[in-house]
């Protein structure tokens, strides 16, 4: 390196191992090299011969000021545009001690309640804010966005509908024309394969199909207009149908809730809750559902249980991983949710409480109303009679509705084209008097401009006035007279010291990469680099509308092309699609891109996917979604895919053969060396090759999906390329594909975007979770072109590493044909049943040790799965292994009677601080044996779970997902 360049290189920060380090482990291992290891992993056929045409790292501070300039080219202009998406204040404790705080944003899932009990705590509160506005008692954790969240209404309803009709089903779903046209578009994407017909039709005249299941509407409208559902609801209900309202959230603490009006489904968005428009997302979207339909609710569901103690403990509910159990009978492919979206709007609501919420509602309603009266006097005319905060102006004709639309930008003000005549004008939190005055100026401007006078400008104060003689604009049977959030957690917080302190309470409950390395495999818990997360937050990327004209965006717009052009270069395919907002939906996407492939060759009759027993749940769910029929195939004892299997499966459904689903390196923690013949296998019987992305962390830079024959991937931005898990979610999915899938990527109704045959909108924004993209771009331009591939060599040494240390003690269940590991391992821990201890005890043990569980018996039962990432140093690693080891002597006094085989360190984790400080002790070990069982605890390396072991099963039985009624305080 030149002397003059900047030392401090992000390669150095990322990877955790240093060069001493380095010939400590290949020792270990039983190398020479890392070049040896790696030639010893990856079978040579598949290996890249030249090296990744990426620029050259940047500096963490070359990058930021490289961005800064991109950030200047996005013009920030203040939008009134609406359509789902607005401007929202981000209180200060919640943007700093939340979203710019590892201590959240770095948690996993949380599958492991007794470390989860925070940020558990945080999304219950989600649910209870979301069950309390839309008065309908079951509420899920968060779905990717307001149009995913609508698929799925419709998906349920289609399902429930048609349980017990084989044959010509009931498939008609009728929605009101004032929905959303990115909302429309997603649900006749996820329609289509399912054979449902989207049928849009005006609400005041519906014409009911006799295969009509279900109705949905929106509240307000697209145009803003609030409409009484009231009669058409009872009508449908008597006929048996299905009602969905996709209700604004904040409106509905004015407006009478979906609920009350009698729908059986609420959806929507929670943008508005103190979440940034951030060009399209991340946002966490909701789902509220009447009781009799909690075993249908899709996605992640927070319940209440207790645990060992019999204390309240909080867990994720049995069907929010129902794919994984379902497989290809889910109803629902949904894997990443908006968790860390969904606890700060949770954070957003318990901070202002219902009359806060009441008052910002009300503040924009009022300006929203002082600006349509201004308007009259000036003679546009709002064809709203009711509204909430959004204004449809006629402009009377074309050519004065561009006229005022093109006045607008040149203040810095985006409106809404509504038809040929309309503009739409949108009023949000962030929305001031003098942003008001801006608006009639530019009315007045175009008056002027016509001939058609001038109004008088008036006083702040005399708006204050007017605003005082205001009321609602909502018409009276629809004004919400039930009262929400009366719950104790949404009346304490409201000063910031409390906000603070409580935040930090939940903080502190919870285990994240702030602690300890989190070893879950096919998870790939990385670092989540400060640098990369920094810009997110900058302005110029924050509060941009996804729905801007593209002369604002320019910084954007290159940010995404050159992430495009940078994840073709590593999967090595020709066209990109950011659009997918988690990995099922890259799933579900790729799958869809190649049924239009298909289509488009007169092959409709090919819908067979072929896919590997070990395969994800996600895949046969996500396939049976994009209207494909599950065929398995089996794996050998070596974990890898049975070629003669396959090969039999491909011939006999040679005719009718979609395609294959293949992870890689494989679920088991291989390079199978029969790749490139398992793709070749199914090329030559018609099908394409869709690769999970799931372990592109062990390909960047060595090898990638077109080498090994692949056809599409999605990528896991969230696993590979570092965007924060976030607790359970924000997550993005994009995919990869080759020339001939190309045309058929993603379009999008309101702003261009895929291919020349492109398939429907699978997200509500055109390049999804857009903000958070700028994560995995900081992550591949400061790492440049040889840190990425550094960075896959070191998590196939950790992984080897780790083995090495291990496998004299375990049983290692899957290695290559060299015996070694790709990034991640799996250790059989079944051989200990007879001695009563299952991999449920090995992961809960591990907690007292300060280390999360690895992956519990997926894709194997009774096994755990690890993987230690690149990110990790050597020390950690030796600690994790250190404790494992220790974990395997207190297995061996098991068997040597010394600890009872009922009542020992393992069964009886996680052992908190209210059950080692008790008076009691009725345990046949002591208290430092099950608090600190190495001394290395005693360092500050202890983690004290809030809660004992919880009762997954009593919390099924007994599904609890919201905050208890007030009454139960009062008694209390």
């Known amino acids: 390196m030149s002397p003059i360049k900047y030392n401090d290189q992000f390669v150095n920060r990322h990877i955790g191992i240093n060069k001493k380090q380095l010939g400590e482990m290949l020792e270990k291992i039983g190398v020479s090299s890392l070049k040896q290891l790696i030639e010893e992993t990856i079978p040579k056929h598949i290996r890249l011969q030249d090296e990744l045409n990426l620029p050259e790292a940047l500096s963490e501070f070359e990058y930021l000021e490289a961005l800064k300039k991109l950030a200047s080219q996005n013009q920030n202009f203040k939008s009134f545009i ?7 204040i981000t209180p200060s404790v919640i943007l700093r001690n939340i979203f710019e705080n590892p201590g959240w944003y770095t948690q996993y899932t949380p599958y492991q309640a007794e470390i989860s009990q925070g940020r558990l705590e945080a999304l219950f509160n989600f649910q209870t804010m979301i069950s309390d506005l839309t008065e309908l008692p079951i509420a899920n954790a968060s779905l990717l966005d307001e149009a995913t969240a609508a698929a799925e209404a419709m998906s349920m309803f289609y399902n429930l509908k048609n349980k017990r009709i084989k044959n010509d089903p009931f498939n008609q779903f009728i929605v009101s024309d004032t929905i959303f046209p990115h909302t429309l578009d997603v649900l006749k994407s996820r329609a289509e394969p399912l054979g449902i017909k989207v049928v849009l039709s005006d609400w005041k005249n519906f014409v009911l199909p006799e295969k009509t299941f279900a109705v949905l509407f929106q509240y307000p409208d697209k145009n803003g207009t609030i409409e009484d559902y009231t009669d058409l609801i009872t009508n449908l209900k008597s006929k048996e ?10 409106s509905l603490t004015l407006l009478k809730s979906p609920g009350a ?17 951030g060009f399209g997302g991340p946002h966490a979207a909701y789902f509220a559902t009447k009781e009799k339909f909690k075993r249908q609710i899709p996605g992640r569901i927070i319940g209440l249980s207790e645990d060992a103690n019999g204390n309240p403990a909080l867990r ?9 159990i379902k497989r290809d009978k889910a109803t629902s492919n949904i894997c990443t949710a908006q968790a860390l979206l969904a606890i700060m709007a949770g954070m957003y609501a318990v901070y202002h409480g219902a009359e806060g919420l009441k008052a910002i509602a009300k503040r924009i309603h009022l300006l929203a109303q002082l600006l349509d009266n201004t308007l009259k006097e000036m003679g546009f005319n709002n064809e709203n009679d009711y509204f909430f905060d959004t204004l449809k102006i006629d402009c009377l004709d074309e050519n004065a509705r561009n006229e005022i639309y093109n006045i607008a930008l040149k203040h810095h003000i985006n409106l809404l084209k509504i038809g040929k005549y309309y503009i739409g004008i949108s009023i949000d939190e962030t929305t001031q008097l003098e942003d008001i005055e801006q608006l009639i100026i530019i009315f007045d401007e175009f008056n002027q401009a016509n001939h058609r006078g001038s109004v008088p400008r008036i006083s702040h104060q005399a708006y204050h006035q007017k605003a005082h003689e205001l009321s609602y604009k909502i018409p009276e049977k629809l004004i919400r007279k039930s009262e929400f959030l009366k719950h104790p957690i949404f009346n304490s917080h409201h000063t910031e010291t409390k906000m603070m ?15 300890s390395m989190i070893p879950l495999g096919s998870c790939t818990m990385k670092l989540n680099a400060a640098t990369q997360l920094r810009p997110v937050s900058w302005e110029a990327f924050a509060n941009i509308h996804p729905f801007a004209p593209a002369e604002q965006t320019k910084g954007y717009q290159q940010i995404l092309a050159e992430l495009e052009t940078y994840l073709c270069e590593i999967t090595g395919f020709t066209a990109c699609s950011l659009q997918p907002n988690s990995g099922a939906q890259g799933e579900y996407t790729g799958l869809m891109v190649i049924r239009a492939y298909h289509k488009a060759n007169g092959d409709t009759q090919r819908n067979i996917a072929l896919i590997p027993s070990s395969a994800h749940g996600t895949n046969p769910a996500s396939a049976v979604m994009a209207g494909m029929k599950v065929v398995v195939v089996q794996c050998d004892e ?17 005719d009718q053969l979609s395609c294959l689903m293949v992870t890689y390196p494989s679920t088991h923690g291989v390079f199978e060396e029969s790749i490139k013949e398992i793709c070749a296998t199914i090329h030559n019987h018609g099908g394409k090759v869709y690769m999970d992305g799931a372990n592109m962390n062990a390909q960047v830079g060595l090898t990638n999906p077109a080498k090994i024959g692949a056809d599409v991937c999605h990528l896991n931005l969230h696993k590979t390329f570092s965007i924060p898990h976030g607790g359970g979610g924000p997550g993005m999915g994009p995919i990869c594909v080759n020339d001939s899938l190309a045309p058929y990527l993603p379009n999008h109704p309101i702003i261009k975007t895929g291919g020349k045959e492109g398939i429907q909108a699978v997200s509500a924004a055109p390049w999804g979770s857009a903000s958070i993209l700028l994560i995995s771009y900081a992550y591949i331009k400061m790492l440049g072109r040889d840190g990425v591939k ?14 090495s240390s291990l496998e004299q003690d375990y049983d290692i269940l899957y290695v290559g044909k060299n015996g070694r590991t790709a990034h991640e391992l799996i250790i059989d821990l079944r051989s200990f049943k007879p001695l009563g201890i299952d991999a449920t005890d090995v992961a809960k043990r591990l907690i007292d040790y300060g280390f999360h569980a690895p992956t519990l018996s997926f894709p194997v039962a009774g096994t755990i799965m690890i993987e230690p990432t690149e990110s990790e140093s050597k020390d950690e690693l030796d600690r994790f292994c250190e404790a494992m080891l220790q974990i395997r002597r207190e297995i061996e006094n098991i068997a040597q009677g010394v600890f009872n085989k009922d009542n020992n360190p393992l069964v009886n984790a996680p052992h908190t601080q209210a059950v080692l400080t008790a008076t009691a002790w009725n345990f046949p070990y002591s208290r430092e044996a099950a608090a600190y069982p190495l001394p290395y605890l005693r360092d500050g390396y202890k983690f004290w779970a809030s809660v004992a072991r919880v009762d997954n099963a009593k919390g099924d039985r007994n599904l609890i997902c919201t905050c208890p009624p007030i009454e139960a305080f009062v008694e209390h």
């Open 316 to 324: 994720m509910a049995l069907q929010t991983r129902e794919q994984h």
């Open 241 to 250: 149908l299905y009602v969905a309202i996709t209700a604004d959230i904040l």
């Open 261 to 277: 009006l009698g729908a059986d489904v609420a959806i929507g968005n929670t943008q508005r809750f103190g979440i940034p428009m």
């Open 82 to 88: 609406g359509y789902g998406y607005y401007g929202t």
């Open 501 to 515: 302190r409580y935040i930090k309470r939940l903080e502190n409950k919870d285990l994240s990469l702030t602690h």
């Open 638 to 654: 070596e974990g890898n895919i049975d070629i003669e299997n396959l090969k039999s499966k491909a011939l006999e459904y040679k």
């Open 790 to 803: 550094s960075a896959t060599k070191y998590a196939i040494l950790n992984s080897n590493y780790i083995k």
